[in-house]
Nanobody, 127 residues
Framework: QVQLVESGGGLVQAGGSLRLSCAAS????????MGWFRQAPEKQREFVAA????????YYADSVKGRFTISRDNAKNTVYLQMNSLKPEDTAVYYC????????????????????WGKGTLLTVSS
């Protein structure tokens, strides 16, 4: 069993930066690929970024590429999402997700095979 707890959300002005964290419990964190998804009000959940178990392979949605960076610290059982140049359209609840094995960007985007989800943290970007 893995529990994921997100933190770091809040209110930030457009153009600002924020870092989200996702702390994982359980002994299998370092074996799992980790990802971030988001859901804006009245919109479907969408894929944001993912990182493989070793932290060497990353994927990003086109909408955040060049602005967001995903990373992980397996010693701390934590995955991060550094968000820069934030825009009002980044406003959403951000969810952490974990899965076993290797997944393509398309598989990540579909959210197939996700084993665990966090409860989310809210980011609001004001204009």
């Amino acid at each position: 069993q893995v529990q994921l707890v997100e933190s770091g959300g809040g209110l930030v002005q457009a153009g600002g930066s924020l870092r989200l964290s996702c702390a994982a419990s359980g002994s299998t964190f370092s074996n799992r690929a980790m990802g971030w998804f988001r859901q804006a009000p009245e919109k479907q959940r969408e894929f944001v970024a993912a990182v493989n178990w070793a932290g060497k392979v990353t994927y990003y949605a086109d909408s955040v590429k060049g602005r967001f960076t995903i990373s992980r610290d397996n010693a701390k059982n934590t995955v991060y999402l550094q968000m820069n140049s934030l825009k009002p359209e980044d406003t959403a609840v951000y969810y952490c997700a974990a899965r076993m094995g290797i997944a393509s960007p398309a598989t990540w985007a579909s959210a197939r095979g996700i084993d665990y989800w966090g409860k989310g943290t809210l980011l609001t970007v004001s204009s």
